[in-house]
């Protein structure tokens, strides 16, 4: 008894349908790769000389944003890309590099704050990563560029110490109300505390505010600088 070796032959539809299952993972992978990282932003600045607010376009191998950095007020939120998914970078004019290059990490793609400082020709940037469950409302964010550890005292509460160059997050007393508390606010000189300021500062829950203190220039006398964000 013989057998005929008869060719197996399978359905052109069904064909179809394997090859095109088998070159799915190959296209997913290759959508991934052209896919470009990002990041959302808000920007503000400092600047005691009042100057016209910079523009800057963000982003780099991908669609640019083109930002206004206010200096009252927060703007945004932006969103741009990523050089290399790792970095932001922010240009001015038809330089051919740009002016700021931010590294960027993935923890910091959403939720990202950019204060820049300006003095004379020279502009510094901080990342402040602020998402709602770590500066949230009736919170302060505090940035202390003054040359002496900082110590803010609210209410009947703990101090808040910032060293110089430093920040921190003075929290809202507890509770939905509207609130005004009396805060006093040292500075360490030659190794003593000195009484800087005595304020009555509001906490309002539907607002978080960020703080930059400073040396007035004019009076010697501490100064805060200070922008306002609704949640």
Known sequence: MSFTNIPFQIPARILSAVLLLTGLPLFAQDSAAKKVAT???????FDLDDRESPVYRAG???KQVEIEVP??????????????????DLWQGSVEKPEISLEIKPAEREHLLLVFFQQDKTVRVMKVHSPPDRIKGGDRFII??????????????????????????????PG????????????????????????QWPFDPRFRKYLIAYMSPRTRQLVFHSVTESL
């Not at 741009?80 to 932001?88: C, E, I, N, S």
């Open 39 to 45: 990041v959302e932003f808000r920007v503000t600045r």
């Open 60 to 62: 780099s191998g991908g």
């Open 71 to 88: 200096l009252t007020f927060i703007a945004g939120p932006f969103e741009a890309p990523l050089r290399d998914g790792t970095t932001l």
């Open 144 to 173: 202390n560029t003054t040359p002496n550890e900082m110590a803010i005292k609210l209410g009947n509460g703990e101090p808040l110490m910032i060293a110089t160059g430093k920040s921190g997050i003075l929290a809202a007393p």
């Open 176 to 199: 939905d109300a509207i609130v005004s508390l009396p805060v006093l606010v040292s500075l360490k000189q030659e190794d003593k505390w000195t009484l800087a300021s005595t304020e």
